[in-house]
């Protein structure tokens, strides 16, 4: 089992630019999430998905959208880049709302 | 979620048991206490909960006082490669929906060779 796996691990964008993050997950999980993690911040969730063809905002929804198109992947989007959303970007999944997560390694995104 | 506070750093010896304790004195009766921890740059793992019993695993042992306002997380013979941030969490564990999980900052453990 590969786990969560996340794609790219490192990105840098300008300001403006757009950039889909994919997450996949091959545990069967129901469940998925996006979260940020700022220096010195916990982390922060900005959606969720509870099943395929559905997605929620979390804490910090603003600036990012998402697709749970097929239960294994979760994507998050950024139409237009700003420099507020330099930050680590981690992915996570689990069984169901109850259980607890799995996290991916992680996306390290710099925005100029 | 009930809050949890938890000191911002601590050392251990590596070889030494590492004792991590947490305090949620306003936990209610159908809340979990979870620990996770994150290794440098990575993301976060789960490490092992409870609800009032005393629970072990291959990782860690979590031991909850019995008016469970505080538990501890003990890693019975530290190494390096615990060196990490454990986060403690406590939240509701139901059937069905999404169940928010409050990440704070977490202790900073530093095992010293």
């Known amino acids: 089992n590969a786990g969560v796996t996340q794609t790219p691990k490192f990105r840098v964008l300008k300001t403006g630019q757009s950039m889909t993050l994919l997450c996949a997950q091959d545990?069967?999980?129901?469940?998925m999430y996006w979260y940020r993690q700022d220096p010195g911040m916990g982390l922060r969730l900005i959606h969720y998905s509870v099943g395929e063809g559905t997605t929620a905002k979390g804490e910090v929804p603003d600036g990012y959208n998402v697709s749970r198109l097929k239960k294994q992947n979760f994507l998050l989007g950024l139409e237009s880049a700003a420099p507020s959303q330099t930050s680590v970007y981690f992915c996570?999944?689990?069984?169901?709302?109850?259980?607890?997560?799995?996290f991916g390694p992680g996306t390290r995104l710099t925005v100029t | 979620d009930a809050k949890t506070t938890q000191p911002p750093s601590m050392d251990c010896a590596e070889g030494r048991a590492a004792n991590l304790p947490c305090n949620h004195s306003t936990i209610s009766g159908n809340e979990y206490v979870y620990w996770y921890r994150q290794i440098h740059s990575q993301g976060p793992q789960y490490i092992i909960h409870g609800l009032k019993n005393n629970e072990t695993n291959e990782m860690a042992s979590l031991i909850i006082t019995e008016d469970r306002k505080s538990s501890t997380l003990i890693l019975p013979h530290a190494t390096l490669r615990d060196t990490a941030v454990y986060y403690c969490i406590v939240r509701v564990v139901s059937g069905g929906g999404y169940q928010k999980v409050t990440f704070g900052t977490g202790t900073k453990l530093q095992v010293i060779p």
């Open positions: 545990m069967n999980h129901e469940y």
């Open positions: 996570a999944s689990s069984y169901r709302g109850a259980y607890e997560q799995y």
